[in-house]
């Protein structure tokens, strides 16, 4: 075998030929004779009552097939929600209606509340136009604390109120915690904001509803993550089509970022309206409507304290939280901000006493879900932030303090309910220090004094949990679904190989990395593996990618397919070889028996599986196709340490990203190349989230940054070129491959990095009041910062 196609190799991502060329299949490309267009009416105000909808004029315009309201949809499922979680007192979460068009009420701007279709799209527009609306504008709640406050206007009014839960963890630490942090040496407060975030992938969601009579099959296309979840949740809970007559496919999908994971109304009205109408139905959103309806991120307000005796060990953190569910909640939502977040709180260090508590919030705004990293990026800021100040109140360096309170024995229980089982955080700090160069920065902080400006460096350490698992556990936490996930390795009689998995890729390079695995475990070429997927129709349930699960979890599926594919070739290759099985070897692609020089190659094995001349068919059925489902027992554990230097402008307040480093732990590594990349592209997010992105409303529900002109995504010239290093690898000691995890690290490690080096670039100016700066570290604020 080529040693540059297997495990290890930085091959080039043989999608990207189809992606670079311009002939990548993406949602929007799919087109069925005889489709019509819909376009979705959607509130202005951000809540409401609806009085009337009049369609009369609008149905008769030029196009129109047909205009759907919440009416039609009476007796029709709402959107489910995927995730149940139980509040400190023992109580289920409040949990409203989701309807697929508003029915009664509008809860924020870009509801929908009709969806008009037409045999185009420009007459559909049209006719939106003379829909005749009467809604009573309701007063509008949008923060959080005012939402849970007596009095305040109800989200949902068959609720008690706003609260969807109040939730504590670990609650028996509680007393202990209060205990810890009134008799500590020291304790340093901090509050803060996790800001809100459009996941802005660069492909807008697609969905296009098709249904054959002949067959009474649903069909439905869609920029998906998870098209098997989404088939579960369509059918079983919104329209009642049985599995076996849905197919959802998800084709090339254009990023995602964790806001296609989730199941939305358009896709289940696309799907409900085809088979009404016995046609294709097709929605493709505009970048206006993706703003006010694909799921935000983020959005938590936090106290967090940390107590430390008087040699500055971590005795104790506390947190409270208030966390934005929107005005309806999403397919994972509750999820985010309770076992994501608080699990994750005890982060890299040894604290022995931890209590979170997080109350989750409705309010008149689009749903909060998971945004690349859900709840590890949200817990990281606020201990990282929080272990950065405490080293500047107490004079000490904030590396050593890290180093002091590292967790350095494994596997280690934290005090919220997770166990890691390798890690070497002192490792991924050398590696930083020496990759970020921190012994020139003094003289780098000079040059740029020299020219004005002020430069700071901030370092921070993260932990993850990627891989969420396993099943029975997460059960027991209120999901409402495994997270296994499968793979079918069907090998051809010439020996090349499909493989078929229930993991998607959309942008992760699946189709370049699983073949190396595959390829090293056989000896063969990794050119002779093919990955299928997206399509429920030819792929074995699985859960879809997402929370850094693709190569831990499907990668592992795929790991024991392909070991019962070569246990059945075993037993081929020793009726070939007259030889016991127990003798046979498989090395670079041929079978042999140990201690001889006899041998037949992989392509005789295969084509014998399919011409069974050779060997009894009583003992060996022919073919050679296997299926896997891998439940993982733990999470897996990524680390790392990050160091960012920024330059401040101190007459304007403007932020400079000079130089950027990132020392990860992410175990075995399949493809460095790829790794590399979505490091890259996790740390432009958390830049991103850090100095320009913020989803704002106003006091009344509207949405203020609702397009690239209130919105600022980065750019390239608001990244420098990265320092990345992955060399620091502790293997995951519970899946056959011995990998963590790389895709979310990223947007979790950087936007404290980023805010620390802005605090310390003013410090270094003299501005010791600055203790800390809200995300987005915008201009404006740094400016409005040093001058107080």
Known sequence: MPKDTGIGASTKRREDVRFLTGVGNYTDDVNIYGQAYVHFLRSDVAHGRIKNIDTSAASGMPGVVRIFTGADFEGVGGIPCGWQVTD???????????????????????????????????????????????????????????????????????????????????????????????????????????????????????????????????????????????????????????????????????????????????????????????????????????????AHGRDHVTKIELALDKDNNF?????????????????????????????????????????????????????????????????????????????????????????????????????????????????TMDKLQ????????????????????????????????????????????GARAGLYESATVRVNATGGITVMTGSHSHGQGHETSFPQVVAEMLGIDASMVEIVHGDTANTPMGMGTYGSRSIAVGGSAMVRATEKIINKAKKIASHLLEASEADIELKDGQFTVAGTDKSVAWGDVTLAAYVPHNYPLEDIEPGLEETAFYDPANFTYPSGAYACEVEVDPETGKVTVERF?????????????????????????????????????DENGQLLSASYMDYAMPRADDVPFYQVDHSCQTPCTHNPLGVKGCGEAGAIGSPPAVINAVIDALHSGGHTHVEHINMPATPARVWAAMQK
């Open 88 to 294: 400190r007192h023992g109580n289920p979460m409040q949990e409203p209606a989701h309807p697929v068009l508003a029915q009664g009420k509008v809860r924020h701007v870009g509801d929908p509340i009709a969806a008009i279709v037409a045999e185009t799209l420009e007459e559909a527009r049209d006719a939106a136009e003379a829909i005749e609306l009467d809604i009573e504008e309701l007063p509008a709640v949008v923060d959080m604390k005012a939402a849970v406050a007596d009095g305040a206007t109800k989200v949902h009014d068959d609720l008690d109120n706003n609260l969807c839960y109040d939730w504590g963890f670990v609650e028996e630490n509680r007393e202990a915690v209060d205990k810890a942090i009134k008799e500590a040496a020291h304790v340093t407060t901090l509050e803060l904001v996790n800001n809100r975030l459009v996941a802005n992938p660069m492909e807008p969601r697609v969905a296009v509803g098709d249904y054959n009579r002949a067959d009474d099959m649903s069909t439905l296309y869609t920029t998906s993550q998870n098209p098997h979840v989404i088939r579960l949740l369509m059918g079983a809970f919104v329209l009642g089509i049985p599995e076996h007559k849905l197919r959802v496919v998800a084709p090339d999908v254009g990023g995602g970022f964790g806001t296609k994971i989730f199941h939305y109304a358009e896709e289940a009205f696309c799907t409900f309206a085809a088979r009404q109408l016995k046609r294709a139905v097709k929605w493709t959103s505009s970048r206006s409507e993706a703003f006010m309806s694909d």
């Open 315 to 427: 005795t104790a953190i506390r947190t409270e939280t208030y966390a934005n569910m929107g005005a309806y909640l999403s397919t994972f939502a509750p999820s985010v901000p309770t076992w994501l977040h608080g699990t994750l709180m005890a982060g890299n260090y040894k604290t022995p006493l931890i209590y979170v508590n997080v109350k989750a919030v409705f309010t008149n705004t689009v749903p909060v879900d998971a945004y690349r990293g859900a709840g590890r990026p949200e817990a990281t800021f606020q201990l990282e932030r929080v272990v950065d100040k405490a080293a500047r109140e107490l004079g000490v360096d904030p590396v050593a303090l890290r180093r002091q309170n590292f967790i350095t024995e494994f596997p280690y229980a934290t005090p919220v309910a997770v166990e890691y089982d390798t890690g070497d955080y002192d490792a």
């Open 434 to 477: 020496e990759i970020a160069d921190f012994a020139g920065f003094e003289a780098r902080r000079k040059e740029s004094e020299k020219r004005g400006k002020l430069r700071g460096l901030g370092i921070n350490c993260y932990i993850e949990a990627c891989g969420i698992a396993p099943s029975n556990l997460v059960g027991q936490l």
């Open 661 to 697: 480093a990132a020392a990860d732990d992410f175990g075995n590594i399949i493809n460095p190349m790829i790794v590399s990349g979505q490091v890259h592209g996790g740390i432009a997010q958390g830049v991103g989230q850090a100095l320009l992105e913020n989803c704002a409303y």
